[in-house]
């Protein structure tokens, strides 16, 4: 029986997953609050752990997989989420000393994120350099946005630097196509409306199965209010506070003190919001779903029409109350209730699935 393991290292904590036969999920762990409080959670057991920095909370991690009966030399392959693959890394790849240069070349495209999903590669390379390891690519799903889509309106300098919409995302929208299907037991509809809303939210536009639009672009910063992050802003009011203050200071606030957080002031998280039911709260509430729908006015035209709205993440699946918001103002697409589906996120799973199809694993 092959044992796949998935590796998906964020900026301040490290998920990992266990696959086994028909890839059946076997065990969870994650170390969060890297470099600060930190946390490890292996299975259901959870316990503060002094993780200073990613090196750290992977050891440890492996540690308590071993615990649990899943020593990392039993493992068959691993499968990475890599955030960021560019423009031409476009579809799972296996790791080589190549690719990892490829992936290292996109770190200043995603510097919170590609360092870590490297780091972690090169982990488990030096602890076990004959296990085969898969890179997938949280921006790959969109490669097949038309160049209207993603060019910017600046000038080519700007282009041949590597300023252009990407979109990210992308194996959740895939895990979302797949468990849809096997969900209605049909191909998914034409023209439909995806809906990724977590503390990180975006929306796709999938026509005949395939990506032509989304709502993040250069950085995951564009689109949608999110937890932290605000979401669609002019550059112009950018410029203006970075000559005032700072970068670094422009940089943190829109993407740690902004969306949720900076129009409540409460909190980032969107069940405490909905739990208060304050000015505050319900107005932050209401920003989001308000340009949820306004973008999806956006997707619906680059796919010149709807016939399915799928949610998924943290607040797609989980709350009810957010669905129907954006389901009001959606009303006048005439979508039928028996074409919004709910999808629970699979991207773990999904990384396992094209992992184990690279390497021809059973």
């Known amino acids: 029986m092959s044992r796949i393991l998935i590796v998906n290292a964020g900026s301040s904590s490290i998920k990992l997953a266990v696959f086994g036969e028909g890839l059946k999920s076997l065990l969870t762990a994650e170390a969060s609050g890297i470099g600060d409080s930190g946390?490890?959670?292996?299975?259901?057991?959870?316990q503060p752990a002094?993780?200073?920095?990613?090196?750290?909370?992977?050891e440890r991690l492996l540690e308590g997989l071993a615990a649990q009966g899943y020593p990392a030399a039993g493992f068959d392959a691993a499968g990475h989420r890599v955030v960021h693959g560019g423009a031409s890394l476009t579809r799972p790849e296996r790791v080589t000393a190549a690719l990892l240069?490829?992936?290292?070349?996109?770190?200043?495209?995603?510097?919170?994120?590609n360092p870590h999903n490297a780091a972690a590669i090169r982990t488990l390379t030096a602890l076990l350099p004959d296990l085969p390891q898969v890179a997938c690519f949280d921006t790959a799903f969109h490669a097949t946005n038309p160049e209207t889509a993603v060019r910017y309106a600046?000038?080519?300098?700007?282009?041949?630097a590597g300023i252009r919409r990407y979109g990210f995302h992308g194996l959740s929208y895939e895990a979302l196509l797949?468990?849809?299907?096997?969900?209605?037991?049909?191909?998914?509809p034409p023209r439909l409306l995806a809906c990724h809303l977590g503390n990180g939210a975006s929306l796709c536009a999938i026509a005949d199965g395939q990506s032509v639009a989304t709502t993040m672009g250069y950085s995951p910063l564009e689109g949608l209010t999110m937890g932290t992050r605000s979401g669609s802003i002019d550059a112009g009011a950018v410029l203006d506070r970075a000559e005032q203050t700072s970068i670094a200071e422009v940089r943190r606030d829109l993407q740690q003190q902004s969306g949720l957080l900076g129009l409540s002031g409460l909190s980032n998280d969107m069940r405490a919001l909905l739990e208060d039911g304050g000015e505050a709260a319900s107005f932050a509430v209401e920003h989001f779903c308000y340009w949820c729908a306004r973008h999806a006015g956006s997707m619906i035209a680059a796919m010149e029409g709807i016939d399915a709205i799928a949610f998924t993440g943290g607040i797609g699946e989980n709350s009810e109350?957010?669905?129907?918001?954006?389901?009001?103002?959606?009303?006048?697409?005439?979508?039928p209730e028996s074409a919004v589906h709910v999808i629970p996120a699979d991207e773990e799973r999904q990384i396992a699935l094209h992992t184990g199809k690279l390497l021809h694993l059973e």
């Open 178 to 188: 797949r468990r849809l299907a096997d969900t209605t037991g049909t191909a998914p």
């Open 101 to 113: 240069d490829r992936i290292d070349a996109c770190s200043p495209l995603a510097p919170l994120h």
């Open 321 to 335: 109350a957010i669905r129907t918001k954006v389901l009001q103002r959606l009303s006048w697409t005439g979508v």
């Open 154 to 160: 600046v000038p080519p300098s700007w282009q041949q």
């Open 39 to 46: 946390e490890l959670r292996i299975g259901g057991s959870r």
């Open 50 to 58: 002094a993780l200073a920095d990613h090196a750290v909370a992977f």
